[in-house]
């Protein structure tokens, strides 16, 4: 994809794509191996006497962290826009390295008691600050070192990376399911995987602070603070309608990735292990289609990957539901989060890169990171719950089908109001 350039600087771009994207790993890494283990987390920090009481509050945790997400793209967002992409970057894996800790190394209830549920809703927030602007900061680094006429292939790599967290935290599981009982894994073993990321951070803060700050960026006079939040305001439309635009993102990767563990046993009654090993594959093919169909949209444009993907889980999601929850199985389970695999990484791919160019450049990383942290707090990062919740209030085991429906819908009638954005990095205007 850059076979213009000389053997040398692709190897330079390569290493810069790994450098930024290597915090965006741990932080999707976290956020995975919550996910995996919610119902283990539940029993250790919120013990009742009903299982579903605990696990709703486990995944209402899980969610809380999304909430601060707003936050942490509105402050961390205009530090990035005024102090640099680099800077950005460094700080928000520092933060997210102490929430990372104070999880892994937090005592359950049974040994201190009420603290252990409010600390452990403490490194939530905390992740969910530092991660309302990581997204952001590392799609508009990968932007802006794109070279001309590949800046989906670039951007791809930011949700890229986040699938090698999937797939390593889902290999961690199986490897882990196998060698340990299911009371030795609710009572300590699912705190192996948040240890083995603290183990990796230090190796994450030399790759970061290796990186140079953008020339894109170096070229640009610098707004003041007063200046972003203005210049965020005027575009509101742009913001609220980017939003909508990652809904259908967002709740898709969600359900095929940390809700699939807990929808595979606790719904389908499927073995742990083989709702890890569907989940290792999801993000083998996450990780597959997210770089090819961003290198699509570079071809043909980001608007048509983003209708016909929008177009195709309306008319699919519900009833490949349905079909798993009639007999469910492995291999329905598998081929159903397939598919659905498939559309979000065709998605995606080509709906990172729009919505960097439809962000003014003077707010281009807190633009984003607010419409991307918005629609993960109010509607990704809940997924889970809510479609424990509604299955439980509709007994429907397919009903996940019709919220995943109304994120597509969602998304298209965004798509459609935002009209066409730029394919080329030579392109001047968002809206040429």
Known sequence: MIAQASPATRRAQALSVLRVASGNFLEMY????????????????????????SLMLSLATFGAGFLMRPLGALVLGAYIDRRGRRDGLVLTLALMSAGTLSIACLPGYR???????????????????????????????????ATPGHKGFYVSWQSASQQCAVVFAAILG??????????????????????????????????????????????????AVSEILTALMTNWRVVALGTMVVIMTTVSFYMITAYTPTFGQTVLHLAGRHTLVVTLCVGLSNLLWLPVMGAVSDRIGRRPLLLACT??????????????????????????????????????????????????????????SIAYSLATAIFGGFTPAICTYLIHATNNRAVPGLWLSFAAASGLAATLLLGATPTRASARSPYS
């Open 111 to 145: 040994a201190i008691g009420i603290l252990a549920p409010i600390l452990i809703v403490a490194g939530r927030l905390l992740q969910g600050f530092s991660a309302g602007v990581e997204l952001g900061g590392v799609s508009v680094y990968l932007s802006e070192i």
């Open 174 to 223: 199986v490897a882990l399911s196998s060698r340990l009982s299911d009371d030795q894994m609710t009572r300590w073993g699912w705190r192996v995987p948040l240890l083995v990321g603290c183990a990796i951070i230090p190796i994450l803060f030399i790759l970061r602070r290796s990186l140079r700050e953008t020339d894109e960026f170096l070229a640009r006079r610098r707004p």
């Open 30 to 53: 976290d956020f995975m191996v919550f996910g995996y283990y919610a119902a283990a987390i539940g029993r250790a920090f919120f013990p009742s006497g009903s299982e579903f009481v």
């Open 311 to 368: 177009v195709l889980t309306l008319l699919t999601a519900y009833p490949a539901l349905a079909w798993l929850v009639n007999d469910a199985s492995f291999g329905r389970l598998l081929a159903v989060e397939l598919w659905l695999s498939f559309l979000y990484g065709s998605y995606n791919g080509a709906m990172v890169v729009y919505l960097t160019e439809i962000m003014p450049a003077e707010v281009r990383a807190s633009g984003f």
